[in-house]
């Protein structure tokens, strides 16, 4: 007999057009009623043109292998995933020739997805006359950073089969279940997580910040900043040789950063949030399928005057060390299986009370809660499109309203990538642009050897 509580759920087998929505989905779901914009992205350069049908083809046998892109999220008690009815109708992907590659890059990142008539996952192809770009939008309700680069390998690896000799592929679906849930508690050790009384962190402090009242929720610019080919190694070497890791380096640059440019008191704990990937947690640190699986924690440590950045390394490393100790994220792990025995209607009605608040608080605010989200390498090795080569990938994070501020990390091709958004008009493009140079200059001349 199984030790988990029981769970509201639908009748499904995997022939059916609906599925399960557990309670990473839905939290992330309600984000649509105000509080972010929270689609992933990512743009990815190839070193030559590739064939539009078969990417085409390749990204809808990819809503095939993967069930959930090719769903809408229903609002029901419980909430569950539903088939689109108009499937093989839908435009999963586009192409746009251009002669300025930037500006149309651009413009698909600025292009939101809709929550209620597109699907999960849209792709585009950016077309000059050199080369092709790859453009990919994954509804966060569905997959989170992990997901997305799952997605990224699925897709190359459909597309290089369909341009092989044969010129097949034959989908497999995955099965979304409750399995990794418990897998992931049964190695937390947690027996009866509906009587854990663990609670995700919540900051304590905020930073101030020039956030301005108003902003355009309908228009979220990116700022992007990445470091030079061959700082990667550097950065790995200088953290190797301090019991360090490439995430620690990250931190502690964005403290720094956010030290210079938010001024705090000095000796007082400032906090930042960090994402984890619940997947480690997992036998193989593997899901089943594309999906959300990600918590978080919280760090904590002073400005301090006239600190190195070895120094301020130093105390992060330190902090992190005692998170891993203790399972860092766990509490998401078990305040999902309490979210999703309460009803999704009440759960849904708090959440559209909270993010009028948080429109409210966003036009007066005055304080920031950032968060670092690193999602590390995209891939270890390069990724193919049959012959061709992707040179270049970064991944682009959801745009979070005021005052919150999310920071995504990612690495490919030896070249490791800074983005952020903001709703135009909430802040000067010119200071977050600022913010990222700083943490790019505090890594740069923070690790030379």
Not at 9 to 30: E, Q, R, T, W
Not at 85 to 108: G, L
Not at 173 to 190: F, K, M, Q, Y
């Amino acid at each position: 007999m199984s030790k988990f509580p029981k769970i509201k759920k639908l009748d499904y087998d995997a022939g059916s057009d609906i599925m399960p929505a557990y309670a990473h989905d839905f939290c992330n779901y309600v984000a649509r009623y105000g509080m972010g914009n929270f689609q992933i992205q990512v743009i990815m350069k190839l070193d030559g043109r590739i064939d539009f049908d078969k990417l085409s083809r390749a990204v809808r046998l990819s809503v095939d292998v993967e069930p959930v892109l090719g769903c809408r999220f229903v609002e029901d008690d419980p909430p569950y995933w539903k088939r689109l009815e108009d499937i093989d109708k839908t435009e999963f992907c586009s192409m746009e020739e251009t002669t300025n590659v930037e500006e149309a890059v651009q413009r698909f990142l600025e292009n939101r997805l809709d929550m209620d008539h597109d699907p999960m996952v849209k792709v585009k192809l950016i077309r000059s006359q050199e080369y092709d770009t790859i453009g990919i939008k994954l509804n966060h309700t569905c997959s989170d950073g992990a997901g997305t680069k799952e997605y990224i390998h699925l897709l190359a690896h459909i597309y290089s089969c369909i341009d092989s000799e044969n010129g097949e592929y034959v989908p497999k679906p995955s099965v979304r279940s409750r399995e990794d849930h418990e897998r992931a508690l049964n190695t937390l050790g947690i027996e009866n997580p509906e009587l854990d009384n663990s609670v995700v962190e919540s900051p304590r402090t905020v930073w101030p910040f020039p956030w301005k009242s108003g902003g355009c929720k309908n228009v979220t610019p990116f700022v992007i900043c990445r470091l030079p080919a061959g700082h990667l190694d550097i950065l790995s070497r200088y953290a190797k040789e301090r019991c360090a890791t490439i995430n620690d380096l990250i931190l502690a640059a964005i403290y720094r950063a956010m030290f210079k440019s938010s001024r705090p008191q000095y000796g007082i704990p400032m906090d930042i949030g960090l994402t984890v990937d619940l997947r480690r947690y997992l036998p193989d640190n593997k899901a089943q399928a594309i999906r959300n699986f990600s918590g978080g924690i919280i760090l904590r440590i002073p400005r301090i005057h006239g600190e190195s950045f070895e120094g301020t390394l130093s105390r992060v490393v330190s902090v992190m060390n005692r998170k891993k100790k203790a399972n860092p994220g766990y509490q998401s792990a078990s305040g999902a299986e309490r979210t999703e025995i309460l009803s999704f209607h009440q759960f849904l009605a708090f959440s559209r009370l909270a993010s009028k608040a948080s429109e409210i608080l966003s036009q007066i605010s005055i304080f920031c809660s950032p968060g670092l989200s690193n999602v590390g390498l995209i891939s270890k090795s390069l990724i193919k499109f049959g012959e061709h080569v992707v040179s270049d990938a970064y991944i682009i994070p959801p745009v979070i309203r005021a005052p919150g501020l999310l920071i995504v990390a990612s690495s490919y091709n030896g070249i490791l990538t800074l983005a952020t958004g903001y709703y135009k008009g909430s802040i000067t493009r010119k200071f977050l642009e600022k913010l990222l140079n700083k943490m790019k200059s505090e890594l740069m001349e923070g690790c030379k050897q």
